[in-house]
Every structure is written in C-alpha cells, then in structure tokens.
C-alpha cells in the first residue's frame, strides 16, 4: 500500500494553489511533476561537479562523467537492456525516433513498408512519413475500433516480407489504451522486420524489460517520468545501433576526423553528437530511483483504482462520452459532453484549480477517426488522489451548467 499523503508531500507543486484554488493536476501524460529529490538533484549538479564530460583530464569533467555513466547504468538495469552502450542519451522520444527512422533511410528502397498503428502520436508518425518521402517505401496504418484498440487481424494481414520496420506505442497518449505488443514484436519478427515501441506513455507506469519484449528498439523522455525536461532514452539491439548511421554529427562521436575522412566512436557515443544535457542524464537516474523505491507495482495498482474510480464518476454525468474503452487501459480518460467544445470546459475548470489537457492530444488521426475535433484528457499518477477526482468531477459538472 503507498502513503499517498507521504508521497504527495515529496512534490511540492502539488500544494500549491492555482487561480485560488488547490491544485489538481491531471495532466500527467503531458508531463509529470517533480519530486524534491529530482529538484535538489537539479542544483546539486550546477553546484557541485558542472563541467563538460568524456573529454577533460581534470577533476571536475571526470566527476560529471562518472555521475552521468552510472545514470546510464541505473537505466540499463532499469529497463534491463543486455549491454550499457546499448542505452543512449537522446533529448527525449521524439528526437530518438528521428535518430532510428534517419537510420533507416539508408536500409529501405522503393516497394519497401514502413507500419504504424492509428494511434501513434504524431512524434511516431511524422518521421516514418518523411522517411517513406526520402525512401520510396511505403506507409501503411493499422486500423482501431470503436473502443480504441488496435484491430489484430488487420495487423496480420498488412505483415509481410514487405515489412521492413513496425512503430507502435506501448500506450496511448490520447485514449490509454495498452496494446499488445509482445504480440506485435513476436509476429514483427516472424516477417523479418524490426519493431520500435514508442514508451514515453508507458514508462510512467511500468517497468519495461527490453529483453523480454525482445523489442529492437524502445524509447521514452524523462520529463513523463519525475525527471527533467530535454532527456529522453533510445535503447536499440547491439546489433541494430552497429547497422544504423549516427543521426547527427559532430563532437563526441567521432573516432577520428580528417577533410578526407572521418571515423565514428562506438556505442553509445557514434549517436550522441554534441555536448549532451549532462544534467538532465544525471539526474534522470535519480528520477528513475525514486520512482523504483515506490514500486512500479504499487504504481499500476493505485493507478488502476484511480481509473476506475474516475470513469465510475465521470459516467454519471448525462451527454458525457468516453473515448477509448479499451479493456486493457492506462490511468488515462478521454471524454467531451455532447454539446460543448472541450477548449470551454478545459478552460473553466481551470478556473477551479483543476489541470487536464484539451484538444487533439498529438493524435489528429484518432479525433478525425472519432469525428471530433478533439477531447477532455485527464490522465492520473501515482500522486493523485480520490478526493482530487471528486473536485474533478464536480468542476466538469458546474462547468457543464455553465455551459449548456
């Protein structure tokens, strides 16, 4: 069982008032707020041992190293990848699915396919989209239903030799759905083509373990998981980060450089070009710390009672209507009421102290599916309590009044 009020008071944003109210934050897909132990961590850094790392002899750059490679080592056993230079430092997903879909571009040729699902946010699918314009493959979308779960047979189906890469988030950022990727990995695999898992909506959540996925690639951002903004994890297989080109060049990940000819550095630094976010490296291990001594099953427990909990409530309220219904969910809602522009209920309820995302979420496809032009995301963390949906609820229903 989690101490909630312990916990909550390790977030000191959390009691804090908004517009005269006490917060209620609900937007945690977005991002999630920060325990104090993230934020001293922050300060201790630039206090302590700021220098640039991997290149200067004196004590300094040696001690940031040091704190920067043991956070890469906490990751790796975190997510239990099977090498440590198979864990690289990226700005977050959005900028390691560029890094693998740029690898990619030189792999695939005309005639080729590229699959996603039809609830990617954009970051999983704007780069496949440019990769297929560079490359002459093709893009091809799994379909979802009314629930808001992938269509397996479809899925069967679009799977051939033809296939080349898969890109499918683990859980969606717009409707909390879970898909079944051991599923999808498995039968990836079975064409001969490699899989991503896009995790920054899982992460949160749950505790991946890449080799018993036996994904090929999986990546996430700190900022979604207690940690800093502008860090993020690419893991990719030994064997595909070897095949694939850096993404970008420049300092650090060169072996050697000459105007004829330059040699890259191996794993991890052939795809971390420049002077990286060493603060938020660092302190992305201590994030990952913290959430690791409050349990990921404790976690997915409380978080499942939040869920349900909310959805009961929310249901009572007349004209509302979730989107995603998903036997297999995350601590995530989407809904609107009939009539009402989720912009206007967002922007009341805020007036109440209470945060939740509006609009279509990075997921254009799904609200185009659903023909709408976008919904009421709350999303729930581990922070979050039953009091806070009650205030929750009783916001949406006065801005309903108010509204209709």
């Known amino acids: 069982m989690l101490d909630i009020q312990k916990i909550r008071a390790d977030f000191p944003i959390l009691s804090q008032k908004v517009n005269g ?7 945690n897909g ?27 002899v004196h004590t300094l750059s040696q001690l940031a190293t040091d704190a920067y490679e043991v956070s890469r080592g906490k990751i790796q056993q975190h997510i239990n990848a099977k090498h440590l230079h198979e864990v690289i430092f990226t700005s ?18 005309t005639g080729d396919e590229v699959l996603v699902s039809a609830m990617e ?13 560079r490359s002459g493959a093709s893009l091809k979308v799994i379909p979802m239903n009314g629930k808001g779960e992938l269509v397996m047979e479809s899925f069967d189906a679009l799977l051939s030799e033809r296939t080349k890469i898969v890109a499918v988030n683990h859980i969606s950022n717009a409707l909390g759905t ?14 001969g083509a490699a899989i991503l898992i896009d995790g920054a909506q899982a992460t949160p959540h749950l505790k991946p373990d890449v080799q018993a996925l036996n994904c090929d690639f999986y990546v996430f951002s700190g900022h979604k998981i207690c940690g800093p903004t502008g860090v993020g994890i690419l893991y990719g297989k030994e064997d595909w980060l070897r095949k694939l080109p850096p993404y970008q060049g420049g300092g650090e990940m060169i072996a050697t450089v000459s105007f004829e000819k330059t040699t890259y550095a191996d794993l991890p630094h052939k795809f971390e070009a420049g002077t990286p976010n060493i603060e938020g490296g660092i302190v992305l291990g201590v994030a990952i710390d913290y959430l690791n001594s409050v349990g990921f099953e404790n976690i997915a427990s409380y978080e499942a009672e939040l869920l349900h909990y909310a959805t009961e409530q929310l249901n009572t309220i007349e004209g509302l209507k979730i989107f995603g219904t998903a036997a297999n969910k995350a601590s995530v ?24 995302r509006t609009g279509h979420h990075c997921a254009q496809p799904i609200m185009d599916y659903f023909e709408i032009p976008g919904t009421i995301r709350a999303s729930f963390a581990f922070y979050n309590t039953k009091e806070e949906i009650d205030i929750f609820v009783e916001a949406v229903k006065r801005a309903k009044m108010m509204l209709s």
């Open 21 to 27: 109210k006490p917060l209620v934050y609900f937007d």
């Open 30 to 56: 977005a991002t999630s707020q920060k325990p104090q132990v993230v934020i001293d961590a922050i300060s201790e850094y630039y206090q302590t041992i700021n220098a640039n790392i991997h290149r200067g």
């Open 92 to 109: 977050g997903t959005t900028h390691a699915i560029n890094a693998v879909a740029n690898g990619f571009a030189t792999l695939l040729k």
């Open 121 to 133: 946010h954009h970051s999983n699918i704007v780069p496949w989209q440019m990769l297929c314009e």
């Open 178 to 191: 879970i898909n079944p990727i051991e599923y999808m990995i498995e039968c990836a695999h079975k064409v």
């Open 333 to 356: 809602i989407s809904f609107n009421i009939e009539g009402i522009h989720p912009y206007d209920i967002g922007a009341i309820i805020d007036k109440l102290g209470v945060a939740v």
